[in-house]
């Protein structure tokens, strides 16, 4: 069972909320690079190595900074996020682009950064030629279907998600690139998402590198990229186990040399395009308990609410709460954490055994870094908070100020009521 801690103590919290007010998210920025270190380590083996963040997951130009300091890329599907990439000074080939449904303005904008086109479907061959052009490197999402090898359950139901070619699709776009002269090829998978098992990803390693030798084979392309897609998990529960990133470098690595190194591929590039597991336990939603009400049931209402954090309402998601300050009484009360949207779900917990909470009492919620501000909200017209770094020497940087009622307002003209 694995501890649930703070990067501060209560007074150094205090001090925090004294000076921006609550709610805010709190990104440790000496945590998010401790651990970006681990996950290169693990493939120091791999010849060019690259993470490339999901920048959906905190799409936050100071994360993505200190992100970029550790060498690592961004992942975009959208306009907005390349732009965001690019303000940060990332570029060319350091952005993978993998979208879907993609409007032309968007491939124009990767196309003219240099970002590594993925593209999503066969048929997005002829648009991005017509509207942008064919570019130097082209990579394809696979989305192997119903073709799971070995009959494991390791990638979910590829047949019900939107994304990628089918493997007869696959074969087709890569000829057609290669007719079209394209010399240089990547290949792109994401089959799974907050998955804790490292085998899983292991498994996806052994399907991709498999169907590289077969592309190979086929078509006598050799490929230089293989990325992995993002989805690994993080431990929300205490009781979850965090992924030993050891275990799919060595055996991503064992399956490198059986597969690809036997069978002249190499060097062959490995990247992933990980979000949640970069950021995701390195960020706090800081909240003040505001209101306690007892009727069927017991509620503690904060200021902070569901357009802060939707994971909970939206998927019932399980997130850690901690009263600050009281970690070591009993919890023996029981509680729903309330926001204020006039939807039932806006609970960040459920029925969660907690200490007694007084108002005015500090609440964290943890594991917000990722997936947390970013899929935050204005319905009911409720303001996104801002979003603050403590840095590694402790100090405290406002990366995203709070929105104002300005801001959810910009929108609209009233002179002409
Ligand atoms: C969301 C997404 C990711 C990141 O997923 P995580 O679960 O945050 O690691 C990576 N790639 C694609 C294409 C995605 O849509």
Same mark, same amino acid.
């Given at each position: 069972?694995?501890?649930?801690?703070?990067?501060?103590?209560?007074?150094?919290?205090?001090?925090?909320?004294?000076?921006?007010?609550?709610?805010?998210?709190?990104?440790?920025?000496?945590?998010?690079?401790?651990?970006?270190?681990?996950?290169? +380590?693990?493939?120091?083996?791999?010849?060019?190595?690259?993470?490339?963040?999901?920048?959906? +997951?905190?799409?936050?130009?100071?994360?993505?900074?200190?992100?970029?300091?550790?060498?690592?890329?961004?992942?975009?599907?959208?306009?907005?996020?390349?732009?965001?990439?690019?303000?940060?000074?990332?570029?060319?080939?350091?952005?993978?682009?993998?979208?879907?449904?993609? +409007?032309?303005?968007?491939?124009?904008?990767?196309?003219?950064?240099?970002?590594?086109?993925?593209?999503?479907?066969?048929?997005?061959?002829?648009?991005?030629?017509?509207?942008?052009?064919?570019?130097?490197?082209?990579?394809?999402?696979?989305?192997?279907?119903?073709?799971?090898?070995?009959?494991?359950?390791?990638?979910?139901?590829?047949?019900?998600?939107?994304?990628?070619?089918?493997?007869?699709?696959?074969?087709?776009?890569?000829?057609?690139?290669?007719?079209?002269?394209?010399?240089?090829?990547?290949?792109?998978?994401?089959?799974?998402?907050?998955?804790?098992?490292?085998?899983?990803?292991?498994?996806?390693?052994?399907?991709?590198?498999?169907?590289?030798?077969?592309?190979?084979?086929?078509?006598?392309?050799?490929?230089?990229?293989?990325?992995?897609?993002?989805?690994?998990?993080?431990?929300?529960?205490?009781?979850?186990?965090?992924?030993?990133?050891?275990?799919?470098?060595?055996?991503?690595?064992?399956?490198?040399?059986?597969?690809?190194?036997?069978?002249?591929?190499?060097?062959?590039?490995?990247?992933?395009?990980?979000?949640?597991?970069?950021?995701?336990?390195?960020?706090?939603?800081?909240?003040?308990?505001?209101?306690?009400?007892?009727?069927?049931?017991?509620?503690?209402?904060?200021?902070?609410?569901?357009?802060?954090?939707?994971?909970?309402?939206?998927?019932?998601?399980?997130?850690?709460?901690?009263?600050?300050?009281?970690?070591?009484?009993?919890?023996?009360?029981?509680?729903?954490?309330?926001?204020?949207?006039?939807?039932?779900?806006?609970?960040?917990?459920?029925?969660?055994?907690?200490?007694?909470?007084?108002?005015?009492?500090?609440?964290?919620?943890?594991?917000?870094?990722?997936?947390?501000?970013?899929?935050?909200?204005?319905?009911?017209?409720?303001?996104?908070?801002?979003?603050?770094?403590?840095?590694?020497?402790?100090?405290?940087?406002?990366?995203?100020?709070?929105?104002?009622?300005?801001?959810?307002?910009?929108?609209?003209?009233?002179?002409?009521?």
């Amino acid at each position: 069972m694995a501890e649930k801690k703070l990067p501060f103590t209560k007074e150094q919290l205090q001090k925090i909320v004294d000076q921006y007010g609550t709610p805010f998210h709190i990104y440790d920025e000496k945590a998010i690079k401790e651990n970006a270190r681990k996950l290169a +380590a693990v493939f120091a083996w791999a010849p060019g190595f690259k993470e490339y963040f999901a920048v959906k +997951a905190t799409p936050n130009p100071y994360i993505m900074k200190l992100l970029k300091e550790e060498d690592i890329g961004a992942d975009c599907s959208s306009l907005p996020e390349l732009i965001l990439s690019e303000k940060v000074g990332i570029k060319g080939e350091d952005i993978m682009f993998t979208s879907n449904n993609t +409007a032309a303005d968007e491939f124009v904008k990767a196309m003219e950064l240099g970002a590594i086109i993925n593209l999503d479907d066969i048929t997005h061959i002829d648009y991005l030629e017509k509207h942008a052009g064919v570019p130097e490197v082209i990579s394809f999402r696979y989305n192997p279907g119903p073709l799971r090898k070995g009959g494991n359950a390791i990638i979910g139901n590829p047949e019900e998600a939107k994304y990628g070619l089918t493997r007869e699709q696959i074969s087709e776009a890569y000829k057609i690139m290669r007719d079209k002269g394209v010399e240089r090829f990547g290949i792109h998978t994401m089959v799974i998402s907050n998955e804790l098992d490292p085998d899983y990803f292991i498994e996806t390693a052994k399907m991709m590198f498999d169907l590289m030798v077969e592309l190979h084979k086929e078509l006598g392309i050799r490929f230089e990229l293989v990325n992995f897609g993002g989805g690994i998990g993080i431990p929300y529960r205490p009781e979850d186990t965090a992924v030993d990133y050891e275990i799919i470098g060595q055996g991503v690595k064992k399956l490198y040399e059986e597969k690809i190194a036997a069978n002249g591929l190499a060097p062959l590039k490995l990247a992933l395009e990980c979000g949640r597991v970069i950021t995701g336990p390195y960020g706090y939603l800081v909240t003040t308990a505001m209101h306690t009400k007892n009727i069927y049931k017991n509620y503690m209402g904060v200021d902070a609410s569901m357009a802060d954090l939707m994971r909970p309402g939206m998927y019932g998601a399980y997130h850690h709460l901690t009263v600050v300050g009281k970690e070591n009484e009993p919890h023996d009360q029981v509680y729903d954490v309330t926001g204020s949207l006039c939807e039932n779900c806006d609970k960040f917990v459920v029925d969660r055994n907690l200490p007694k909470i007084n108002i005015g009492d500090i609440l964290v919620i943890h594991d917000t870094g990722a997936h947390g501000h970013a899929m935050g909200f204005n319905y009911n017209g409720k303001l996104r908070s801002a979003e603050l770094l403590l840095k590694e020497d402790g100090s405290v940087e406002m990366i995203r100020r709070a929105e104002t009622i300005e801001d959810y307002f910009a929108t609209l003209d009233f002179s002409r009521l």
